[in-house]
């Protein structure tokens, strides 16, 4: 399977921006599906993972309660919607699919599939 990330652009600290994960290739709901980014000079860093079924998501603590990530089945993507957006947001952002283990979903090693990211720029 190969996603691709889109949505992404430039945001006021404390805004809002939909990011959305399209599949070709495969059916997303065979996958466990995470976003990441990678921020200016840094690391990749895991933002937040989905069950296949959606029943179970997992986030880093800097997200918690404001981004939110969502399945959506008909449309064969995942959404990430990200709410009171911070410049510490700031980076691009890139989502992929995994089987490994809901344990060990944070790992962007495991994953497969990644496209071309898509630019989130929040300015303060």
């Known amino acids: 399977v190969q996603l691709q990330a889109s949505g992404g652009g430039l945001a006021q600290a404390g805004g809002s921006l939909r990011l959305s994960c399209a599949a070709s290739?495969?059916?997303?709901?065979?996958?466990?599906l995470g976003w990441f980014r990678q921020g200016p000079g840094k690391e990749r860093e895991f933002v937040a993972a989905?069950?296949?079924?959606?029943?179970?998501?997992k986030y880093t603590d800097s997200v918690k309660g404001r981004f939110t990530i969502s399945r959506n089945r008909a449309k064969n993507t995942a959404d990430l919607q990200m709410n009171n957006l911070k410049p510490e947001d700031t980076a691009v952002y890139y989502c992929a699919a995994t089987t490994i283990v809901w344990g060990r979903v944070t790992e962007d090693a495991y994953y497969t599939g990644w496209g071309q990211g898509t630019q989130v720029t929040v300015s303060s």
């Open positions: 989905i069950s296949r079924n959606g029943g179970s998501t």
């Open positions: 290739g495969g059916t997303l709901s065979n996958y466990n």
